[in-house]
């Protein structure tokens, strides 16, 4: 099942030795674990579908894996983060490519792109803000800048969600992030 005909898994149509040589000739280049054409432009579809491999039907892109497809960070994360888009437990996922995220997620936080399951703008924002490296802290105050009023609806939305880890660092984070202008940058890098 091909999510786009511009989206080339190794496998699919091509072998990854083919898509190896046409790398070096310039046709295609790397997006997440695909390729695309190089003239291509590269999409939130594109950079999702990329993960089809890995994300399956069982899991979904978050953190910094969805903050990539949600194009708020330039390159993916060395190890994608997915939690389960199902209701029911899954065996255990032995990949180093991933960090596995055991809880459900509820689906009024999950949208499709690229035929796989992404977290929403609003749930990304609010787990970027929940983890407390700097990492993550860049992606959020990205999305947010990319995205203006992201940080006062995630704000207001996880204010009404019950207790979570990190909850409040996370409301914290979105307060500073809704009190910023929009076009202020970072004076901290």
């Known amino acids: 099942m091909a999510t786009s005909r511009f989206l080339y898994l190794p496998g699919d149509r091509l072998s990854g030795t083919e898509l190896s040589a046409a790398r070096l000739d310039g046709d295609v280049v790397e997006v997440g674990d695909g390729y695309m054409p190089a003239d291509a432009v590269e999409t939130a579809a594109?950079?999702?579908?990329?993960?089809?491999?890995?994300?399956?039907?069982?899991?979904?892109?978050?953190?910094?894996?969805?903050?990539?497809i949600h194009d708020a960070?330039?390159?993916?994360?060395?190890?994608?983060?997915?939690?389960?888009?199902?209701?029911?437990?899954?065996?255990a996922v032995h990949d180093r490519r991933v960090v596995v995220r055991d809880t459900a997620l509820d689906r009024g936080d999950l949208e499709r792109v690229g035929g796989v399951w992404v977290?929403?703008?609003?749930?990304?924002?609010?787990?970027?803000?929940?983890?407390?490296?700097?990492?993550?802290?860049?992606?959020?105050?990205k999305f947010s800048q990319l995205r203006p009023g992201l940080a006062e609806i995630?704000?207001?939305h996880l204010s009404s969600q019950g207790r979570m880890p990190h909850k409040r660092r996370a409301l914290n984070v979105l307060a500073e992030l809704a009190a910023r202008p929009a076009d202020q940058e970072d004076v901290t890098r």
């Open 46 to 68: 594109l950079r999702a579908g990329s993960l089809r491999g890995i994300l399956t039907d069982l899991f979904a892109a978050t953190h910094l894996s969805a903050a990539w």
């Open 73 to 91: 960070i330039a390159e993916p994360p060395a190890r994608h983060t997915v939690q389960r888009a199902v209701a029911r437990r899954v065996t």
């Open 119 to 141: 977290t929403t703008p609003v749930r990304t924002l609010a787990d970027l803000c929940r983890v407390g490296d700097e990492t993550h802290r860049r992606a959020a105050q």
């Open 154 to 156: 995630t704000r207001a």
